[in-house]
């Protein structure tokens, strides 16, 4: 007699190989595994992060010389820290390539609206460990940035007053915004980031992967039957039945039709299929071709990530030096990530104003999806929505270098 | 061809609004104190033009109160112009450490029985503040008060510490680019320099010779000792390692997406 577990581990295993996935049909495509790319890091930040925990001290006297004494007396100090500080700047990279893929995908819209909202949660959860990261070091840097941050909540309307409050308890950068920093960024966002990336990833397997833009659902009508279910199961009205009794055959409206696959899924008799101008849709077992794929991306990344680490760190990194409250830097600057926000408020007349255009922006990309609800996908017929975008990514860019150079 | 143009259009802004500190100069402040002149005393606003203040942004609000766009009545906040007990206050606004320690410094000097207490602008200047280095300890400076040969002397210990926590950071610099392990020097070193800061607003002037002599001096001597006993490490030949192990792992994944 088979005993249970083996019986289910064959069942899992069947179902892992004979589930398909969407195949990459070029180099483009592989931008696709950017979720997973984003996820393996993110983990990776994990584990360094409580290797650097061990030997951390929040403590305003002793928080820059324990970073440093895990560089020179623990075996791979330095590598872990480089892993970590690195890491932490590849990571939102990474999210911001995965997000503009999904935005000009229009992969937000129906039942993969929750998505987007709780992957727009993630890369607030990923910028404020960035912004938490940056302070625990201690160092000239992270003071003065302390310093900078708890100005910029200060300019909140209405509660501004009571977030620097939380953060200083009324004494200035201190020894107290320290230890609470420090609890942010190793309890609160931790456990918060764990719990939104199980959400998220659940979402993506309930969903599906979003097939390319330019692919549409197309019925074999010979083979159809007229039951309607695939009407049923459209949330984005693309299917109409049209005659009647058994004549009824189901009709595709393309430019409406979000490639979801739903219809795909409740066709009994499986006569759907995504298809483009340029032929079907590609699919492949997720075990092993996908898996061989998802590896390839996850290793290009981490030849990149261990590159930076090993040898292009003193280029990335600046030389760290202790808390000077003396000393202003004359090059004080935040991450590359936060560069082009800086820049826009540096521009502006008042920082208020200036935090209001940002948090306007983050609310609009954050409610996208009901704005956008459905409509045409493909990128070459949207006139306004994907030059919209590519600008949108052209001046972030222009004030991320410009904010570098000032 | 749109993107194009975009991008083209937003660096042409760049070329006038490169520069945010234009917008200090169109306020209200500048634009009366800029042409007028007091009993022949140098102008404000083309010492603070030259000034470590104007390259940082911080303009005359930010001293002397009010909103250099909008109101400038002493009611709504301007204070005009502070004596020179009022003028540490203002600096303290922003530079709260350095006011402690003048102020721990000056009640030091009055319970030693002194008559007479430094504040920032006499060091520091008030318009024309230059960055902070040991170029603000000069005769000129000094002699207002001390004799100058109390003064030559001072200065002579302080350029001395000077250029030795310079050449350390210089050594120290040449030794990361040749991959030895110096982030505990580098540490080091800038307690060092903090220490040494320190010391110009903690200590009055009878005792700074004395105190750079016996600690700063003392403590670089110690640093270069460590310095010249740093020795470099395998860190590439590990790092040269995992790269070929990624990139065998990356070519292997590529076979087998040919190969299935």
């Known amino acids: ?41 993110f983990i990776t930040q994990f584990c360094t992060g409580l290797m650097l925990l061990f030997h951390y001290s929040p403590d305003e006297t002793r928080a820059f010389s324990s970073t440093i004494a895990l560089k020179n007396n623990w075996p791979f100090g330095t590598l872990f820290s480089n892993m970590h500080a690195i890491g932490a700047k590849l990571v939102v990279c990474i999210i911001f390539i995965h ?116 692919m549409y659902a197309s019925v074999d009508l010979d083979r159809c039957l007229g039951c309607g279910l695939c009407s049923e199961g459209c ?132 409610s996208w999806p009901l704005i956008d609800r459905r409509g045409q996908r493909n990128p070459d017929n949207r006139i306004f929505f994907v030059p919209a975008v590519k600008t949108g990514i052209v001046a972030f860019m222009v004030f991320t270098f410009w904010g570098w150079l000032s | ?92 606004q922003c530079h709260q450490y350095e006011y402690e320690q003048m102020a721990k410094r000056n009640l030091k000097g009055i319970l030693n029985g002194s008559k007479c207490s430094v504040s920032c602008i006499d060091c520091h200047g008030h318009h024309n503040i230059e960055p902070s280095t040991v170029h603000c300890i000069n005769a000129g400076n000094c002699s207002r008060c001390h004799s100058p040969d109390h003064a030559n002397d001072l200065i002579g210990t302080i350029r001395l510490a000077d250029s030795k926590l310079k050449s350390l950071k210089k ?15 580098i540490a080091d070193l800038e307690k060092l320099n903090y220490e040494f800061k320190a010391v110009f607003h903690e200590i009055t002037m009878k005792e700074l010779s004395k105190v750079i002599r016996s600690q700063t001096l003392v403590s670089a001597t110690k640093l270069q000792t460590a310095i010249d006993d740093t020795k470099p490490t395998n860190w590439y030949v590990q790092g040269a390692c995992v790269i070929l192990f990624l990139s065998l792992c990356f070519v292997l994944t590529l076979y087998l997406s040919k190969v299935l």
């Open chain 1, 1 to 41: 007699m088979v005993s249970t577990w083996d019986a289910q581990l064959v069942d899992l295993v069947k179902k892992i190989h004979f589930e398909k996935t969407i195949a990459p049909r070029n180099l483009w495509d592989f931008l696709g595994y950017s979720g997973t790319v984003g996820a393996a890091l």
């Open chain 1, 99 to 214: 997000m503009f893929r999904i935005l000009y995908f229009s992969a937000y819209r129906g039942h993969k609206s929750n998505q987007w909202f709780s992957g727009m949660i993630m890369l607030t959860i990923i910028l404020a460990f960035g912004f938490t990261g940056y302070i625990l070091p201690w160092s000239q840097q992270s003071y003065w940035a302390s310093i900078i941050g708890i100005e910029a909540f200060k300019t909140v309307p209405v509660i501004g007053d009571l977030l620097s409050w939380a953060l200083t308890a009324g004494q200035g950068s201190s020894v107290v915004i320290l230890f609470r920093i420090y609890f942010i960024h190793c309890i609160i966002l931790p456990v918060a980031a764990a719990y939104i990336l199980f959400l998220h990833i659940k979402q993506v397997r309930l969903t599906r992967i979003t097939a390319p833009p330019e």
């Open chain 1, 235 to 366: 949330t984005f009205e693309a299917i109409i039945l049209r005659g009647a009794g058994d004549e009824k055959r189901p009709e595709i409206k393309t430019k409406w039709c979000n490639g979801c696959r739903a219809c795909m899924e409740n066709c009994p008799q499986g006569c759907i299929e995504l298809v483009s101008d340029k032929g079907k849709l590609l699919r492949e077992p997720s075990f092993p071709h996908g898996a061989v794929h998802r590896a390839s991306a996850i290793l290009a990344a981490y030849l990149l990530f261990f590159t930076c680490v090993y040898f292009l760190y003193p280029f990335i990194l600046s030389d760290k030096a202790p808390a000077d409250p003396l000393q202003t830097p004359g090059n004080l600057k935040p991450d590359w990530y936060f560069l082009a926000p800086y820049q826009v408020l540096i521009l502006m007349p008042s920082k208020r104003l200036g935090l209001m255009i940002l948090s306007a922006l983050y609310m609009l990309l954050f």
């Open chain 2, 1 to 92: 061809m749109r993107l194009f143009f975009v991008m083209i259009l937003l660096l042409g802004c760049s070329v006038c609004h490169a520069d945010s500190r234009l917008t200090l100069l169109n306020d209200n402040c500048v634009r009366c104190h800029l042409t007028c002149e007091r009993n022949g005393k140098p102008n404000s606003v083309l010492l603070w033009k030259k000034s470590v203040h104007y390259t940082s942004n911080s303009g005359c609000a930010d001293c002397h109160g009010g909103n250099r766009y909008l109101d400038l009545k002493f009611n709504k906040g301007h204070i005009g112009l502070p004596d020179k007990r009022e003028s540490e206050q203002m600096c303290g």
């Open chain 2, 171 to 185: 050594q120290i610099q040449k030794r990361i680019r040749k991959r030895y392990p110096a982030a505990s020097s």
